[in-house]
């Protein structure tokens, strides 16, 4: 099975290379892809989710980590949420995410599995920017996720599609490359 990415390439999202983890159609993607499967109450980007969980960190490894830990998204125009994706009819898609994870870490030279640090401050975020972003009138999302929200003022304000795709491409750039180091 093989999808086209913005660059013209054609890729297999269950057997990933090397040379599709291009970080400028990870940027692209992930800027147009709206969290909470855009059922928020304004736009609000993958990318710029990815942006505020670097922000997190001090260590270079957390940073980096922090904003690539939604690559498998940023790949796959896709970010289906958790309880979904907990499905057992999904188990293939986990694998590839997993397998498109140990992949990146492997080509960026990154401890894997990705840090349990990652793992939390994504949702302790996840239920910072619901409280944000979602209609939480009925739901009470620190309960169901299981963790605290952090301040609501780190979001900051939703960036439009393009600023955050410049912004994630220009983050990934200082942290990746070795001509920012």
């Known amino acids: 099975m093989y999808i086209m990415n913005a660059s013209g390439r054609l890729i297999n999202p269950f057997d990933l290379k090397e040379e599709d983890f ?3 159609v990870i940027a692209q993607t992930l800027s147009r892809i709206c ?3 855009a059922q928020t109450s304004e736009f609000y980007s993958v990318a710029q989710h ?3 969980m670097e922000s997190l960190f001090e260590d ?3 940073k980096k980590w922090a904003l690539a830990h939604e690559v498998f998204e940023g790949l796959t ?3 289906i949420p958790t309880p979904i994706k907990r499905q ?3 188990a293939s898609w986990r694998e590839a995410e997993e397998k498109a994870l140990e992949k990146f870490a492997s080509i960026h030279n990154l401890p894997y599995p990705v840090p349990p ?3 939390e401050a994504d949702k302790r975020l996840l239920v910072t920017e619901a409280l944000r972003f979602m209609n939480s009138v009925n739901y ?3 309960k169901q996720v299981g963790y605290s929200p952090y301040p609501l003022s780190i979001i900051g304000r939703p960036l439009e599609m393009k600023e955050a795709e410049i912004a994630f491409l220009t983050r990934w750039y200082e942290l990746f490359s070795p001509y920012f180091k």
């Open 117 to 119: 640090q990652i793992k």
């Open 22 to 24: 291009d970080p400028r």
């Open 88 to 90: 057992p009819h999904m």
């Open 50 to 52: 990815c942006l505020v």
């Open 140 to 142: 009470d999302w620190e």
């Open 35 to 37: 969290r909470f499967w």
């Open 60 to 62: 270079p490894v957390l």
């Open 77 to 79: 125009g896709m970010d």
